[in-house]
């Protein structure tokens, strides 16, 4: 999921280092994470983790162990592109490689 936070934060991009991309499988179990603008975090509804999308995806509260996965972002011109995946998707034994196509 792709964000404008609104604010510069660290390893954020664009223009004002404000946008931000995660994986949002839930590093507990795999639920789906929602992103709750209000409070500027993901959310899980399976067991209520919160992430914290301005720090890195780590955890704020609940049962996960680890930060959601961080999309790694280029900006080139109009275009924002993802280009890796900091940190393991929960339930693969490995990320894709640069540039390795989706069998
Ligand atoms: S699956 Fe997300 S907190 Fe358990």
Redesign the pocket.
């Known amino acids: 999921m792709l964000l404008d936070l609104g604010e510069a934060v660290p390893g954020g991009v664009g223009e004002n280092s404000s946008l931000v991309a995660y994986s949002i499988v839930?590093?507990?179990?795999?639920?789906p994470?929602g992103y709750k603008k209000q409070d500027k975090h993901f959310m899980?509804?399976?067991?209520?983790?919160l992430y914290d999308p301005a720090r890195g995806g780590y955890v704020i509260q609940?049962?996960?162990q680890r930060p959601l996965p961080r999309v790694q972002l280029e900006v080139d011109g109009d275009d924002i592109i993802a280009v890796g995946v900091e940190g393991l998707i929960f339930g693969y034994r490995d990320n894709l490689a640069p540039g390795e196509k989706v069998a």
Do not use: D, L, N, S
């Not at 899980?44 to 983790?49: K, L, S, V």
């Open positions: 839930c590093q507990h179990m795999g639920c994470v899980c509804p399976c067991h209520q983790t609940g049962v996960a």
